[in-house]
């Protein structure tokens, strides 16, 4: 592949000066959130995770995630955050039992170690849905997070991809409450 040059990665208006939306989504290579979130270019940032994973706010327990999380909605004022998992998530499959446990051992603490354990889901919930709502839950923990929901400064939406179709579910929305 041909090295882009400068000139080729440059967004094209001002609007990469002012994103209004953060993304949150699994790193798979299939997925491409910003165009399912219908953002224009350079109206978006995007966090990238194994698993489109939260961690859980820890106070004075900095991540990379929360850090970006900060950035965009305390410093940049994004208006909404969108959370994309998808169908057919190693991360999700990782979590299931016989999932990658040891066999990446890294990865596996990165999703144990934050939160998703799946303890308390009710069986007949469906892993991959459940997993991403568990991580809008894990965000409407973050104090900052919650205060500008509730005050209708923030909007939050979360969507199920399905790759193969190139389709998206629309989650119901969290409470703001
Ligand atoms: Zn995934």
């Not at 305390?74 to 955050?81: A, F, K, N, P």
């Not at 051992?105 to 939160?115: I, N, V």
């Not at 354990?117 to 809008?136: E, M, N, S, Y």
Request: hydrophobic residues 40%; glycine residues 8%.
């Amino acid at each position: 592949m041909e090295p882009l040059t400068h000139a080729q990665t440059r967004t094209t208006d001002a609007a990469a000066a002012r994103p209004t939306t953060l993304i949150i989504a699994c790193c798979d290579a299939q997925l491409d959130p910003a165009r399912l979130a219908g953002a224009a270019p350079g109206s978006c940032l995007e966090l990238r995770t194994f698993g489109n994973v939260v961690p859980p706010y820890r106070p004075h327990r900095v991540t990379a995630e929360a850090a970006t999380i900060a950035y965009a909605t305390e410093i940049l004022g994004v208006q909404e955050i969108v959370v994309v998992g998808h169908s057919g998530c190693g991360a999700v499959a990782a979590l299931q039992p016989g999932g990658l446990s040891l066999r990446a051992f890294d990865a596996w603490w990165w999703l144990t170690r934050s939160g998703n354990t799946g303890r308390g889901r009710a069986a007949t919930d469906d892993p991959g849905r459940a997993h991403l709502r568990l991580q809008v839950a894990k965000l409407l923990r973050y104090p900052k997070i919650k205060r500008r929901l509730t005050e209708r400064r923030l909007d939050l939406r979360a969507y199920y991809a399905d790759p193969a179709s190139g389709t998206a579910e629309l989650l119901e929305p969290p409470s703001r409450t």
